[in-house]
């Protein structure tokens, strides 16, 4: 089961559910809006290795944004720290960004119950197209959860800036 | 309601859902990471006839990796035998991946009650991205359902366009719903 609006509201207010900061005009009917960040990371190479760490660098957006290209990833974070211990946070972009051509999140729409923390957006634009800092540019619905609860205690935990793939890490692991 | 991962672990454990082989420190809070079989294929369809057999390069991705390029699209399968005859899997990629630009599914991440197989992955890469066999690339996620009585045994209707029955990469079926 989804939640509706005024039940992630209510959640809010409960501590059961965090979205900081929290402003009732981003809550929708069954889902709450997020807000692109300012900061980007992009990959130094074209061509990555998930076998090896991909080096990265930043960039700052002004209040111009900046325009997306094709072929390109950017990584991208929500203004807001978003997540649950209770509920299963779900994202995706708003049908007005996904109107535009841009996806918001690549493959992976599920965020760990127990992950708290600003969520890293993966930028992709089919055609070129101008974003801008603060933006409305996605949303996250919550979910009821059916079993005992083991909270997420990986990686990304708290990021607080994209955080670039660590999935180089596994393979140390086996090694 | 989605299932946790101790639900997941429960489940498997009484034979509910089906991931084989099953390894507990594959499964996450929410969800159990999957693997990249070996097999690979580099698929191209014709514009011109749906129902004629795409082109298909089938390959082996080596101990050292495969480049996926952009702009196209490969068809890949998991490693572990994925399903349920009680919840609805939902088949995705981990954040992992997605934070290198790698799709494992394109568009439809649902899957059927009732099969119980390899799943064929769509693999498309934003940008060249290499890829080792076994790796846990993506995530599946099992959901409770209402109304599971009613299926009464018609999980899933495997004669018909039945990609169940298939335990490698297999390419669209699409002719087979143009009536």
Same mark, same amino acid.
């Given at each position: 089961?989804? =939640?509706?609006?005024?039940?992630?509201?209510? $959640?809010?207010?409960?501590? %059961?559910?965090?979205?900081?900061?929290?402003?009732?005009?981003?809550?929708?009917? %069954?889902?709450?809006?997020?807000?692109?960040?300012?900061?980007?990371?992009?990959?130094?190479?074209?061509?990555?290795?998930?076998? %090896?760490?991909?080096?990265?660098?930043?960039?700052?957006?002004? $209040?111009?944004?900046?325009?997306?290209?094709?072929?390109?990833?950017?990584?991208?974070?929500?203004?807001?720290?978003?997540?649950?211990?209770?509920?299963?946070?779900?994202?995706?972009?708003?049908?007005?960004?996904? !109107? =535009?051509?841009?996806?918001?999140?690549?493959?992976?729409? =599920?965020?760990?119950?127990?992950?708290?923390? !600003?969520?890293?957006?993966?930028?992709?634009?089919?055609?070129?197209?101008?974003?801008?800092?603060?933006? !409305?540019?996605?949303?996250?619905?919550?979910?009821?959860?059916?079993?005992?609860?083991?909270?997420?205690?990986?990686?990304?935990?708290?990021?607080? $800036?994209?955080?670039?793939?660590?999935?180089?890490?596994?393979?140390?692991?086996?090694? | 309601?989605?299932?946790?991962?101790?639900?997941?672990?429960?489940?498997?454990?009484?034979?509910?859902?089906?991931?084989?082989?099953?390894? @507990?420190?594959?499964?996450?809070?929410?969800?159990?990471?999957?693997?990249?079989?070996?097999?690979?294929?580099?698929?191209?369809?014709?514009?011109?006839?749906?129902?004629?057999?795409?082109?298909?390069?089938?390959?082996?991705?080596?101990?050292?990796?495969?480049?996926?390029?952009?702009?196209?699209?490969?068809?890949? @399968?998991?490693?572990?035998?994925?399903?349920?005859?009680?919840?609805?899997?939902?088949?995705?990629?981990?954040?992992?991946?997605?934070?290198?630009?790698?799709?494992?599914?394109?568009?439809?991440?649902?899957?059927?009650?009732?099969?119980?197989?390899?799943?064929? #992955?769509?693999?498309?890469? @934003?940008?060249?991205?290499?890829?080792?066999?076994?790796?846990?690339?993506?995530?599946?996620?099992?959901?409770?359902?209402?109304?599971?009585?009613?299926?009464?045994?018609?999980?899933?209707?495997?004669?018909?366009?039945?990609?169940?029955?298939?335990?490698?990469?297999?390419?669209?079926?699409?002719?087979?719903? #143009?009536?």
């Amino acid at each position: 089961m989804i =939640l509706t609006g005024p039940k992630i509201h209510e $959640e809010v207010l409960n501590g %059961n559910i965090t979205i900081d900061p929290f402003d009732p005009v981003q809550l929708n009917p %069954n889902s709450y809006d997020f807000r692109l960040g300012s900061k980007l990371k992009v990959y130094k190479n074209l061509e990555l290795d998930t076998k %090896n760490e991909n080096e990265t660098e930043t960039i700052e957006l002004t $209040e111009s944004g900046i325009i997306l290209y094709p072929n390109k990833l950017y990584l991208g974070h929500t203004v807001e720290r978003i997540g649950s211990e209770k509920y299963v946070p779900i994202i995706r972009g708003k049908s007005s960004t996904g !109107r =535009l051509g841009l996806f918001v999140h690549i493959t992976a729409d =599920l965020i760990d119950i127990g992950y708290i923390g !600003r969520f890293t957006l993966m930028l992709h634009a089919v055609q070129p197209l101008r974003v801008l800092p603060g933006m !409305r540019i996605g949303q996250v619905t919550f979910w009821k959860v059916f079993g005992d609860i083991k909270l997420y205690e990986g990686k990304y935990q708290g990021s607080m $800036e994209p955080a670039a793939s660590q999935v180089y890490k596994d393979f140390k692991l086996k090694d | 309601m989605i299932l946790t991962g101790t639900k997941i672990t429960e489940e498997v454990l009484n034979g509910s859902i089906c991931l084989d082989p099953f390894e @507990v420190s594959l499964v996450n809070p929410n969800s159990y990471n999957y693997r990249l079989g070996e097999e690979l294929i580099e698929i191209t369809y014709d514009v011109d006839d749906m129902k004629a057999l795409p082109t298909q390069n089938k390959l082996t991705i080596p101990d050292d990796g495969y480049v996926l390029q952009p702009n196209k699209l490969y068809l890949g @399968v998991t490693y572990e035998t994925i399903g349920s005859t009680k919840y609805v899997p939902s088949l995705i990629g981990r954040s992992s991946l997605g934070r290198l630009g790698l799709f494992l599914q394109i568009t439809a991440d649902l899957g059927h009650i009732g099969t119980c197989h390899k799943w064929t #992955l769509e693999l498309t890469v @934003v940008q060249p991205l290499r890829v080792y066999p076994r790796m846990r690339i993506g995530q599946v996620s099992f959901w409770v359902t209402e109304g599971l009585e009613l299926l009464n045994g018609h999980e899933y209707k495997k004669e018909v366009n039945s990609y169940a029955k298939y335990s490698e990469p297999t390419h669209s079926q699409m002719e087979k719903l #143009l009536g």
